[in-house]
Every structure is written in structure tokens, then in C-alpha cells.
């Protein structure tokens, strides 16, 4: 079965950076994954259609109006782009989106035909009371209403960045959870300090449809080797 392996370049790049990393990537790359790659939403145009999938990283929740500095589901779509992240655990600090927030972009990204790529994860002090699964509950309590096929990123923030990933069966006890949640098909990705030496375990031992990688994605060779799996 194909998987779905994200790149996640954050706000790093240059558009001579993504050019050379594009072309060295598929210099190194054999699968048949479907690879996207989640790069700032200025070099969404410039990029898309280099037969790789080009994500945006956020999307507004509004339709349009006064709100500076933010990006339309309607505009992405203008711009032919496919996927769109959301929920991130930095965007949800950085820019303090609640989950009914993070709602009302999914269901702008679906009226205009973008799939939504919907990050959740706990914090470390959920997860040292033990409370991981009520934590993600509330989380994806209000995706349940949507009949459609969603992706679902599941990423603990003490593993993003850190160098510590999720234990194997950790990861398999959210999927179960996300799994007998949810009566539609769902996709769940994990994404948390994966790198080459990590990913093939994971991959193995988990039962999940592919990776959201942030760090390690920088380096194309590096992430070709993660995108074979
Ligand atoms: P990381 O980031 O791979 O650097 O831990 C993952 C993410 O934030 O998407």
C-alpha cells in the first residue's frame, strides 16, 4: 500500500534552496509514495507542479475580508493547490488556534476541494498523567460529523524537534483509538523527530499510513531514504 510522507520544511528555504533540493530528491527518490511537500505559502506557485505535491502550511478560517497577513482556502484553490496542513502544534501556539478554529479551516479547505492534513498531538504534562487519549479525543471530537476520508497527523509536541519519538505502542494505541473512533476511512500519519535511522522501525512495527517529517525532511537524501519506506 502507498504511503503518504509529508515534508514539512517550516518557515526554512529559499527558492533556490527548494529548486536544489527538489532536484536532488528526485535524483535519490524510487517509490510510489505519494510525497508532499509543506513549504512557505510564497513558493506555493512558484513550486507546484514539479510532479511532486506542493501542501500549504495554514489556511485562514475566514472567506475573505480584513484580515491581514492571512491566506484564503479560495486563494489556495486559485492557486491549484491540493493539500494544506492544519493544526500544527506551532501554528496552534503561535498563533493561539483553538480546535473550533482549527474546525472551521477544515471545513473552508473542504468546500473548495483541498485535503486537509490535520495535526494533533498532546503535551508533555497530558502525557505524564497519563492522559494522551482524552486529550486527542477533544481534538478530533468534532471531525466525527464529517463522513469523508480524513488524514490525520498525529504528533506528540515533546517528540516535535526534540531528537524523542512516540514508543511503537504508543503510536499503535492512538491509531487503535483514531481507528474505533471513526466509522469513515481514516489515514494516520506520525510525525515527531522520524530521521533514516528511526523510520523503517516505525514503519514496521506501527500500524500507520506514513510521516510527517519536519528537521530531517531538509535534507533530501535524507528524506528520499525516509520516503522509501
Ligand atoms: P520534526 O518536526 O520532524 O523536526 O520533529 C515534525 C513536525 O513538526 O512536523
Known sequence: MSKTIVANFKMNGSSEFIKNWIFEFKQNHKS??????????????????FDL????????????????????????????????????????????????????KFNELIQYEITPIVCIGEPQEVRTNNDTIGYLKSQVSSFKSFRRK????????????????????????????????????IEILYGGSINVENCDDLHEKTDINGLLVGGASLNPKEFAKIAAL
Open 53 to 104: 505535491n506542493v501542501a500549504a502550511q495554514n489556511v485562514s478560517s475566514k472567506k475573505d475580508g480584513p484580515y491581514t497577513s492571512q491566506i484564503s482556502a479560495k486563494m489556495l484553490q486559485d492557486t491549484q493547490i491540493k493539500y494544506c496542513i492544519i493544526g500544527h502544534s506551532e501554528s496552534r501556539k503561535y498563533l493561539n488556534e483553538s480546535n473550533a478554529e482549527i474546525m472551521e
Open 150 to 185: 480524513i488524514i490525520f497527523a498525529y504528533e506528540p509536541i515533546w517528540a516535535i524537534g526534540t531528537g524523542e519519538h512516540a514508543e511503537n505502542d504508543d503510536i499503535n494505541e492512538v491509531v487503535d483509538f483514531l481507528r474505533s473512533e471513526f466509522d469513515q476511512e
Open 32 to 49: 510510489k509514495n505519494n510525497i508532499i511537500l509543506a513549504i512557505p505559502h510564497i513558493y506555493l506557485s512558484e513550486f507546484n507542479g
